[in-house]
């Protein structure tokens, strides 16, 4: 099992920039790849963006695709997110799900940070 927990959310102004953090814990030897992933008030949950834990390969959705950074430090066992020129509708819960060895279909997931982009 891996634990997740996530920080650095807060509320920004448009174009502005945050770096989000998601620190992992427990059997993150397990771990091959991570995701970020958010959900807007009222709306479904929705991909962000990927990384592989060992090669950090990454993989972007279109909407987010050059405004955010997904990276990863694996001697912190740490995944961020960054990101730049901030809209009104990058407002959400921003969630950290890992993948592991063990258990492939069901990712862990963090607890979520609040992103608020105020216009």
């Known amino acids: 099992q891996v634990q997740l927990v996530e920080s650095g959310g807060g509320l920004v102004q448009a174009g502005g920039s945050l770096r989000l953090s998601c620190a992992a814990s427990g059997r993150t030897f397990t771990i091959y790849k991570m995701n970020w992933f958010r959900q807007p008030t009222g709306k479904e949950r929705e991909f962000v963006a990927s990384?592989?834990?060992?090669?950090?390969?990454?993989i972007y959705a279109d909407s987010v695709q050059g405004r955010f950074t997904i990276s990863r430090d694996t001697a912190k066992n740490t995944m961020y997110l960054q990101i730049y020129s901030l809209k009104p509708e990058d407002t959400a819960i921003y969630y950290c799900?890992?993948?592991?060895?063990?258990?492939?279909?069901?990712?862990?997931w963090g607890q979520g940070t609040q992103v608020t982009v105020s216009s």
């Open positions: 990384i592989t834990w060992s090669g950090g390969t990454t």
């Open positions: 799900a890992a993948h592991t060895r063990a258990a492939p279909t069901a990712p862990n």
